[in-house]
């Protein structure tokens, strides 16, 4: 059974810098997919989920939504089957729940359709 857990959320300030981590277990071939954060700002519908940043399978390749390009960044270590998203200079707008997501396929996959295995997200509130 494959399980994806997400860690590092809180409540911090703007400006402040936070990362987050997934950890997946139960999937043998995590080196082999692409691994992805999504967010979701609460009171949306759950068709608003925003893809924050992708990543494939070696780490050399990845996708950012243009409102966090220069700030976010995420990395993945396979020994560990863990994918990171280090947000820096954090604002107000990008409070939400992340959830982090393993893609049935390689590459930068932007939509849901393509993650099969989902956490169930880490909430990051940024106050002004």
């Known amino acids: 059974q494959v399980q994806v857990e997400e860690s590092g959320g809180g409540l911090v300030q703007a400006g402040d810098s936070v990362m987050l981590s997934c950890v997946v277990s139960?999937?043998?071939?995590?080196?082999?997919?692409?691994m992805g954060w999504f967010r979701q700002v609460p009171g949306k519908e759950r068709e608003e989920r925003e893809c924050?940043?992708?990543?494939?399978?070696?780490?050399?390749?990845?996708y950012y939504t243009d409102s966090v390009k220069g700030r976010f960044t995420i990395t993945r270590d396979n020994a560990k089957n863990t994918v990171y998203l280090q947000m820096n200079n954090l604002k107000p707008e990008d409070t939400a729940v992340y959830y982090c997501?393993?893609?049935?396929?390689?590459?930068?996959?932007?939509?849901?359709?393509?993650?099969?295995?989902w956490g169930q997200g880490t909430q990051v509130t940024v106050s002004s």
């Open positions: 997501a393993t893609a049935r396929y390689d590459g930068v996959p932007r939509e849901e359709i393509y993650y099969d295995y």
């Open positions: 139960g999937r043998r071939t995590f080196d082999k997919y692409a």
């Open positions: 924050v940043a992708t990543i494939n399978y070696s780490g050399d390749t990845t």
